[in-house]
């Protein structure tokens, strides 16, 4: 059984920053390809950012490009959300998921894990 759990969320000020992490058990995340979601109130959750299982490929939502960077430690089991230049529009909750396929779903809800989430709230 497939357990993440995530950590690091919380209440800044604009321009401030925030790092997430996602501890996993029950599978390498070395084995799946991960993402960070995040789900606004009264909008459907969307892919924050995503890193494969092959080659390491990262993509990133328009909106925070530049901004996050997600990362992955194999030997702690981990992968991690760094998020600068935070802004208003940023504050959601955030969702570590993975997905156990080669493919990508088309919806953020289609993936196979998830954690509970963490709230990051980030005031102007």
């Known amino acids: 059984q497939v357990q993440l759990v995530e950590s690091g969320g919380g209440l800044v000020q604009a321009g401030d920053s925030l790092r997430l992490s996602c501890a996993a058990s029950g599978r390498l995340v070395s084995d799946l390809g991960m993402a960070w979601v995040r789900q606004a109130p009264g909008k459907e959750r969307e892919f924050v950012a995503r890193?494969?299982?092959?080659?390491?490929?990262?993509v990133y939502a328009d909106s925070v490009k530049g901004r996050f960077t997600i990362s992955r430690d194999n030997g702690k089991n981990t992968v991690s959300l760094q998020m600068n230049s935070l802004k208003p529009e940023d504050t959601a909750v955030y969702y570590c998921?993975?997905?156990?396929?080669?493919?990508?779903?088309?919806?953020?809800?289609?993936?196979?894990?998830w954690g509970q989430g963490t709230q990051v709230t980030v005031t102007s």
């Open positions: 998921a993975g997905e156990r396929g080669f493919t990508w779903p088309s919806r953020a809800e289609d993936l196979d894990y």
């Open positions: 890193l494969n299982r092959l080659g390491g490929v990262t």
